[in-house]
């Protein structure tokens, strides 16, 4: 059973940046990937970006395209989202999830999920 926690959310001013972590624990993780998901107020939930544990393939959704990063640390079966030059539009929750396998942009596809971390951006 995978257990992943979230963190590094918080209050941002418009044009900031937040680095968000996933901590992962439960097994090894060679064969799965990784994405981030946000779910604003009223809205369903979005695919951000997905990462392959190995080799690193990645995926990012358009709307987070060169302002989102997603990266991973192998020692540490951790995921990161590195997200710059924010917008009030990014305020929402945000998770990360993992399934075995390829990458998908579904939620339904993933069936492991951390608690979430809120991210707010405004002056």
């Known amino acids: 059973q995978f257990q992943l926690v979230e963190s590094g959310g918080g209050l941002v001013q418009p044009g900031g940046s937040l680095r968000l972590s996933c901590a992962a624990s439960?097994?090894?993780?060679?064969?799965?990937?990784m994405a981030w998901f946000r779910q604003a107020p009223r809205k369903n939930r979005e695919f951000l970006a997905a990462?392959?544990?190995?080799?690193?393939?990645?995926d990012y959704a358009d709307s987070v395209k060169g302002r989102f990063t997603i990266s991973r640390d192998n020692a540490n079966y951790t995921v990161y989202l590195q997200m710059n030059s924010l917008k009030p539009d990014d305020t929402a929750v945000y998770y990360c999830?993992?399934?075995?396998?390829?990458?998908?942009?579904?939620?339904?596809?993933?069936?492991?999920w951390g608690q979430g971390t809120q991210v707010t951006v405004s002056s």
């Open positions: 999830a993992t399934r075995r396998g390829g990458v998908f942009r579904t939620p339904n596809e993933y069936a492991n």
């Open positions: 990462i392959i544990w190995s080799p690193g393939r990645t």
């Open positions: 439960g097994r090894t993780f060679s064969d799965y990937s």
